[in-house]
């Protein structure tokens, strides 16, 4: 995939990003939302791309813009899938907490697997050093044991990250018997994934279940970063069992692996609204603001690091 057009979606990150902060702290994570998903919808017919979004916001009955099956950029150029999270922890946004980004997905037509976002997914991901150490199916005892091992350190010694839900009672109780660090997060799986591949985030090993839409990004990035991603659906009701047939999920106990979620060559980008593990958040300065971000392409395992000055005249352009 063309590296110009991968740094043309950085703009659409950023643009998003710059958006939500401006309501960071405010307490409304719905306006904060709104802002990011308008922001970047703006920005996406001036790409040279025929995009089809199969990730987004929702279904085209249920929200305005950024709905699945939306077509994106000037019509022209490759066609491509898309999949976006205009605003992962809104919540967090809302409440000036930390770990707020926004993130894109590329991949060639077939790249990605088509699913429900919003049906959860029990995942487990691991930077480049856990490759092949850690599975889904094993016990938790087994998969801390041997990334321990090939890190050089005691299990107790490894950090885990998991959302803390109700559903994680148990898991987080098999953790504290073991001993290691957790690390709870009010959202924000996509931000953790992202983090279990820098060493100086602290954070070695993320577990839990969490929306499909967000393991198949990390999945995206994971493959890029050269970390690894395992997920098995986990439906909650009968509705969604039958969302996944739709979907052309025929095996629901299948255990997906990165390459299974994001296929072929991929990109991602992202930016941070809120500083966290991985990217720092929008700084805003009079006159105007700065922004962090990432871009990534599987075909060439580069990551680029952005730091991106934005200046301000009357409104902001995002």
């Not at 950023?14 to 709104?34: K, S, T, Y």
């Not at 929702?58 to 709905?67: C, H, N, R, T």
């Not at 299948?254 to 072929?264: P, S």
């Amino acid at each position: 995939m063309d590296r110009n057009l991968a740094l043309e979606f950085v703009r659409v990150t950023e643009a998003a990003a710059l958006a939500a902060a401006a309501h960071m702290g405010r307490g409304d994570e719905a306006v904060a939302d709104a802002a990011a998903v308008e922001a970047m919808h703006r920005l996406f017919p001036d790409i040279e791309f025929r995009g089809q979004l199969v990730l987004g916001e929702g279904d085209e009955d249920s929200v305005p813009m950024l709905y699945v099956d939306e077509m994106l950029g000037t019509g022209a150029g490759p066609a491509i899938e898309v999949a976006v999270d205009a605003l992962e922890g809104a919540t967090t946004c809302a409440l000036g907490a930390p770990n707020a980004i926004v993130a894109i997905a590329v991949a060639e037509e077939g790249g990605f697997l088509r699913c429900p976002a919003d049906v959860y997914m029990e995942k487990i991901a691991v930077g480049p050093w856990g490759r092949g150490v850690i599975d889904l199916d094993k016990p938790m005892g087994d998969n801390l044991a041997a990334l321990a091992a090939v890190k050089g350190v005691k299990p107790q010694n490894l950090c885990v990250v998991m959302l803390d839900r109700p559903r994680h009672a148990k898991l987080l109780h098999e953790l504290r018997d073991i001993d290691v660090h957790v690390t709870l997060i009010s959202d924000g799986d996509l931000s953790a994934a992202l983090a279990t591949t820098r060493e100086e985030s602290g954070i070695d090993l993320l577990v839990g279940t969490g929306r499909a839409a967000q393991g198949i990004l990390a999945a995206a990035a994971l493959r890029c970063l050269g970390g690894e991603i395992q997920a098995r659906f986990q439906p909650g009701n009968a509705a969604e069992f039958e969302q996944l047939r739709e979907s052309g999920v025929d095996d629901i106990r299948k255990k997906y692996t990165a390459e299974e979620l994001a296929r072929g060559s991929v990109v991602f980008a992202a930016t941070g609204v809120t500083t966290g593990n991985y990217l720092h958040g929008v700084r805003f300065f009079p006159g105007g603001g700065e922004s962090h971000s990432v871009v990534m392409r599987s075909k060439s395992r580069t990551i680029r690091f952005l730091n991106t000055v934005h200046y301000f005249e009357e409104q902001p352009e995002y």
